[in-house]
């Protein structure tokens, strides 16, 4: 279907089932139980959910692919948010013309970067693209271009936002907040009350997952294409691809640019989301929490990105949010002195101590299975084929013996 | 004039000369062998002539156009295909897939971007893949990763490869390296049976006499940068000058 094989396909339509359900996925607990804060179902965190997904599945189309590590991919998230928030303060709140010029400029900061940084491979190309991000995260921070023209490009420290002030030629009276196309608010949101459930169904959420679905249907065309297949092949034995006649400059940077229009439409519907953009986003944090995601999801695989994206995003909203007052709530069965050790024992592992948790279970990942969440998913698979597998034969051969 | 031509190439590396006023001459259609003692030069030859090292002074044209200046994937599509001491093939990839490789570069050139249609659309180089597995035995190995198989099949593989581009020259580099000797008389079967059918040249540095008697119609003995001398392998096997700067040595 769509010109996918039958897993292929399978596999989109569990991404989209996955996305077009998800605020009832993420929200199994009621309201008003104890439980309700390892709820995601809120539309901030959903948002953040596919759109770093985008993120993550463009990221893999490069590292995946190509095995070429970029580690400063966050400088197209950022410019990506401040190419949005341009467009807000130049024509207005709608978000179509924001995106299409975020994807159209960090492709050309991806030529670019791509084109320099791809001098080099393996660790010489990391600290390249490093570098770059860093040097772009300098200039947002200071507003270093804006000096030169007297005027103000990122804001500097601030962060680039809307002020009344902005030109906003085409802004009319009803417009406060981002929209599509002024059919739908970003931020409307329609909460559904079921019993003790209440689920929210935010406008932007949707479109993000629509985009994000849009994205995944991509990548997986890519993997199957006869460039994908040449991009893993230049990830196998680059001398081989050379001594065949292919020059993989090229198909480096398509990867390359491709990767980083992905990373700049993340940061487009970031901030379509939230009308702001910082040049935090483009730190190195930033650029090293999306290797971590692919990597824990697992690179190369399909939906790998993916779930690598909402493990992490879950973990440091929902985790962080742990206090010593839930763990008192929790272990409060425990005797007086055992449930403050207990306390005692779990405190450095939530709250702010979330980098810590994620830290032990990356290591885990790495160690016992190389091949991130998707690999795991795969041994349990596999465990339950062989248990159905062995039963039946069995059953057959004891009569023939 | 041959389908290759060496003339007066030096490359020299610091304060060694690796090759000193190398000429050498490859009849089209012809198998014509490489050897020399360790550190005569023959790899550094074989760069040059992949592009791989740009010579000090000297040109080499091969069918009359130089190849001199152009990188090693330009050199790769004027028909020069290269079989590597360990066979370099694409491990992470399945056979089959390996095989489509060459057959897309053959068709689309050094680079084309066919980002959004599928693979398994194009029958035509699975169908020429599959047939060249079959030509080569390693159909049934097809689904495999490549790099599972056993070193005999990997050059089989890697020569096969290179064979699908169609080359009008191949260049083997120690093809039989660290083989036993059953792939080794495999290889050589399977050279001779290219040889039979195709009109391919075929250039081959060799360690291994017996491959290179089996296989060669000319022979270039090089020594120290230099060749030293060109002939037919039977005047090479009695050649006074041969016994004593190669075959005298590991006699010795």
Sequence with gaps: ?401 | MGILEVRNVNKRFGGLQALGDVNLTVEENSVHAIIGPNGAGKSTLLNVLVGKLIPDTGSVSFDGQSVLGRKPFEINQMGISRVFQTPEIFGDLTVLENMMIPIFAKRDGAFRMHAVNSISGEQEIIDQAEHMLENLNLADARHDHSASMSRGNKRRLEIGMCLAQEPRLLLLDEPTAGMARADTNNTIDLLKQIKDERDITIAIIEHDMHVVFSLAERITVLAQGSPLVEDSPENIKGHPKVREAYLGETAA
């Design chain 1, 1 to 401: 279907m769509l010109g996918l094989g039958k897993r292929d396909t399978s596999l989109v339509i569990i991404v989209t089932l996955m996305a077009l359900l998800a605020p009832f996925i993420l929200n199994p607990f009621p309201t008003e139980s104890a439980m309700a804060q390892f709820n995601a179902g809120y539309p901030d965190l959903l948002q953040r959910f596919v759109i770093f997904g985008i993120f993550a599945i463009g990221f893999n189309l490069l590292f995946g692919l190509t095995g070429y590590l970029s580690f400063g991919h966050a400088a197209f998230l950022g410019i990506g948010s401040y190419a949005v928030v341009w467009m807000y303060k130049l024509l207005d709140y709608n978000i179509v013309p924001g995106l299409v010029l975020a994807i159209i400029v960090s492709g050309l900061f991806a030529v670019l970067i791509g084109y320099i940084s791809l001098r080099r491979s393996g660790i010489y190309f990391s600290i390249l693209t490093l570098a770059f991000a860093q040097m772009m995260f300098a200039i947002s921070y200071s507003d270093l271009i804006g000096r030169f023209f007297d005027t103000s490009i990122t804001n500097g420290e601030t962060g680039l936002q809307v002020y009344t002030s902005d030109p906003q030629i085409l802004l009319n009276d009803w417009e406060s907040v981002p929209h599509l196309l002024g059919l739908v608010e970003m931020r409307s949101t329609y909460i559904l009350d079921a019993g003790a459930w209440s689920f929210s169904f935010n406008a932007g959420y949707y479109f993000c997952a629509i985009i994000m679905i849009l994205a995944f249907y991509l990548s997986v065309r890519i993997f199957r294409s006869p460039f994908g297949l040449m991009l893993r092949a230049m990830k196998s034995n680059q001398q081989r691809m050379t001594y065949t006649g292919l020059n993989t400059k090229p198909y480096a940077l398509a990867a390359f640019v491709i990767s980083g229009m992905y990373a700049g439409l993340a940061g487009g519907l970031l901030a379509s989301m939230d009308p702001l953009a910082g040049a935090e986003r483009m730190q190195w944090t930033a650029s090293g929490e999306v290797v971590l995601m692919t990597i824990l999801g697992g690179a190369g695989t399909l939906i790998g990105p993916v779930l690598g994206a909402g493990f992490i995003k879950y973990f440091e909203n929902i985790f962080s949010k742990i206090n010593d007052t839930v763990l008192h709530q929790w272990f409060s069965f425990m005797p007086d002195g055992l449930e403050d050790a207990m306390v005692f024992i779990v405190h450095p592992f939530i709250g702010k101590g979330w980098h810590l948790t994620l830290g032990i279970l990356f290591m885990l990942v790495v160690i016992f299975l190389p091949g991130g969440l998707v690999e795991g998913g795969q041994r349990i698979a596999r465990l339950f084929a062989r248990r159905k597998d062995t039963a039946p034969k069995e059953t057959q051969s004891t009569p023939a013996e």
